[in-house]
């Protein structure tokens, strides 16, 4: 199985992909510590601040020496400069906010998942022409599980993951899972700004093991 596969069988399987940024690298540390032990083994770093590439890089020597069954991706990745810098430093598949094929086209050849932001069924296109294999219909609490259940027969068999104001209750991610997408991006909702500024480890962990649940009585 290629390394884009096992990726984009990962998330499906997981039905969660977990996400975040913070400037500090011992607190992102830790955080990815946490989501590991609840049981995550696929999330998403954030380009998102100045500290984002060597924050990265210290995330991917811990995940080669203490988590090497997780796979570490990076997203907020919008140019190809960014798409390069974050694979040379390790990053497993790529997430974007938009559709930039050039990005798309720097994760094919390194064959890896690259996940673009779509919101209108021309921007799902123009990504299937470039070979996304899954989605991400951002921002998911704009758009809402309509969107997808009212575009899905245009695009059958495209994977789709609702990312953006996705929260832990069971009522939100089961609406998306009956409109048919394999999994939830989940960033704020999460792993919210008073977890990462108060590190609160403990909630976080607790958080984690029953969204995993919640998932698992969706599907
Ligand atoms: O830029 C990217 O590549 C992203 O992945 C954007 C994030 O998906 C959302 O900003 C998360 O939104 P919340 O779950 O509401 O915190």
Redesign the pocket.
């Known amino acids: 199985m290629s390394k884009k596969e096992t990726v984009l069988n990962d998330i499906i399987g997981q039905g969660t992909l977990p996400?975040f940024f913070y400037e500090d690298a011992t607190v992102s540390l830790e955080i990815t510590r946490t989501l590991y032990k609840a049981g995550i083994r696929v999330f998403?770093y954030?380009n998102r601040g100045a500290a984002a590439l060597s924050n990265f890089k210290i995330l991917k020597k811990a995940q080669q020496e203490e988590m090497p069954d997780l796979q570490l991706g990076i997203?907020?990745?919008k140019s190809a400069a960014e798409a390069e810098a974050f694979i040379s430093a390790g990053a497993d598949f790529i997430?974007?906010?938009i559709v930039n094929p050039e990005v798309g086209k720097i994760a094919a050849q390194h064959n890896l998942l690259w996940i673009p932001?779509c919101m209108t069924p021309t921007e799902i296109y123009l990504a299937q022409q470039h070979e996304a294999a899954l989605i991400?219909i951002?921002?998911a609490?704009i758009l809402g599980a309509e969107f997808v259940s009212s575009i899905r027969d245009l695009f059958l068999g495209q994977l789709f993951i609702p990312?953006?104001?996705?929260d832990l209750s069971i009522d939100n991610i089961s609406t998306w899972f009956k409109a048919g997408v394999c999994a939830v991006?989940?960033?704020?909702?999460l792993i919210s700004k008073n977890v990462l500024e108060k590190q609160l480890y403990d909630q976080l962990y607790s958080d984690t093991v029953k969204l995993l649940e919640i998932i698992q009585a969706c599907r």
């Open positions: 996400l998403e954030t997203g907020t990745i997430v974007s906010p932001g991400k951002f921002p609490n990312t953006g104001g996705v991006g989940m960033g704020s909702k």
